[in-house]
């Protein structure tokens, strides 16, 4: 006897109980569904969180000022101005994982243009400050080397201002007043949204740092500065270079406390990625269990058959068939149960994740490995829990099979 015609008698076998079939396959389509739903919103999640940070900049590193002391209390970074401007000039000429470097000083506003007024933030920075954040212009232009080396009263403000002082208007040319000071607006940002820490990122004014710090705040010292590494590999290396740079600007002798803080964003990404790659895992994980009870619910299913189907199967090794026929036909019949199951799990998993998206506006991927792997899994718990009662079957002897009643 060939395989074809076993085939299809394990498939008329599971016709005739179709209701049985369908709630034995139920436990595997639950379970790959389930796999596939958890593990694709796992991503996704993993995803919108590399996306979020990524919007902080590319390869950026963060150095700030250093924290005071008074009374034995140490204060937070940038409670004294240890940086100036020629610090980050040296970083950027001096240190060979460094791609860009912009300083950066910060400072609370209210902007007025018309009847319209908004509280935000004119955020001091250089030319390279874009490529730096990786954020770029929507309309109008950034501003250039002439006007930082000038300290031109320019300004490029986000979405989030825009909106608030020129409804329904372009505000490239017009004129606001920062501080009581006017400001030719010549850009508008890139839409950014909220930032990893729920800061809206598109809620700022950018400015030449020069003219920040001496038409605004009248300092001459900065209190922190962007820097972007070459590539994300030397992250750590431009890290190690700009503390070297500036210990060595700011004499601090070996064995004594740096006057500044380095913070590397690739340490939080990848804390960031680490954490959804354990809570995506924990979710398939406990999706998997229902496909091990599906398994369980197979050989049950199985072995009930077989008990059923003694004197048939007494009558088929009477008349030639041999024992590996009878296994095979019970091992397909759990394959089949196996397989149908895992392709209906995966449309079942599929549109699970789409509705959860649409519907809780969560972010979800559908991912094509636990696709593939949820189904191959299905095809091994066919295999594994249909063994059992296979080769039970096939092991009956065909005397006692015929008075089986």
């Known amino acids: ?12 076998a599971l016709a005739r ?20 739903a958890m593990v694709s919103l796992g991503r996704g999640a993993q995803q919108q969180v590399q996306a979020r940070i990524a919007s902080l900049g590319t390869n950026m590193l963060i150095v700030q000022s250093g924290n005071e002391r008074v009374n034995g209390l140490r204060g937070a970074s940038g409670t004294t101005n240890t940086l100036t401007v020629e610090d980050v000039e040296a970083i950027q000429r001096d240190a060979y994982a460094v791609a860009a470097a912009s300083p950066s000083v910060t400072a609370p506003v209210t902007v007025v243009y018309g009847n319209q007024n908004w509280s935000t933030r004119a955020q001091g920075v250089d030319t390279d400050y874009p490529a ?15 006007d930082v080396r000038l300290a031109t009263r320019v300004a490029v403000i986000g979405r989030t201002v825009s909106g608030q002082l020129f409804p329904g208007m372009d505000p490239v040319g017009q004129t606001i007043r920062v501080r009581n000071l006017p400001f030719r607006v010549i850009g508008v940002l890139e839409a950014k949204g909220q930032s990893s820490f729920g800061q809206d990122q598109d809620d700022i004014i950018l400015i030449p740092y020069t003219t ?31 503390a070297e740079i500036l210990r060595q600007r700011h004499n601090i002798r070996p064995g004594q406390e740096d006057d500044f803080n380095i913070r590397n964003l690739t340490d939080i990404a990848d804390m960031a990625q680490q954490t959804t790659q354990v809570m995506t895992m924990l979710l398939g994980s406990i999706a998997g ?54 392709i209906v799990g995966i449309a079942f998993g599929v549109g699970i994740s789409l509705i959860m998206a649409n519907v809780f506006d969560w972010p979800q991927s559908i991912s094509m490995f636990a696709i593939i792997a949820s189904v191959l899994f299905s095809v091994a ?4 829990f249909g063994y059992y009662p296979a080769r039970k079957a096939a092991a009956l002897d065909p005397i006692e099979a015929l008075r089986y009643e």
Do not use: C
């Open 289 to 342: 269990v229902s496909l091990v009870v599906g398994g369980i619910g197979i050989m049950n299913i199985m072995l009930v058959s077989v008990t059923e189907r003694t004197r048939e199967i007494g009558i088929r090794m009477a008349v030639g068939a041999r024992s590996a026929h009878v296994r095979l036909q019970f091992l397909i019949e759990a394959i089949v149960l196996g397989v149908a199951g895992g």
């Open 381 to 384: 718990i066919g295999v594994f």
């Open 1 to 12: 006897m060939t395989v074809l015609p076993i085939i299809k008698i394990a498939l008329r």
């Open 212 to 242: 920040a710090m001496k038409k605004l705040l009248s300092v001459t010292r900065i209190p922190m500065a962007f820097v972007s590494a070459k590539s994300a590999d030397q992250t750590f290396a431009a890290q190690t270079e700009i």
């Open 132 to 146: 730096i954040r990786n954020t770029g212009v929507e309309s109008g232009e950034f501003f250039t080397d002439k």
């Open 17 to 36: 109980n179709k209701a049985r079939s369908f709630l034995t396959a139920l436990g595997i389509i639950i379970g790959v569904g389930s796999v596939i």
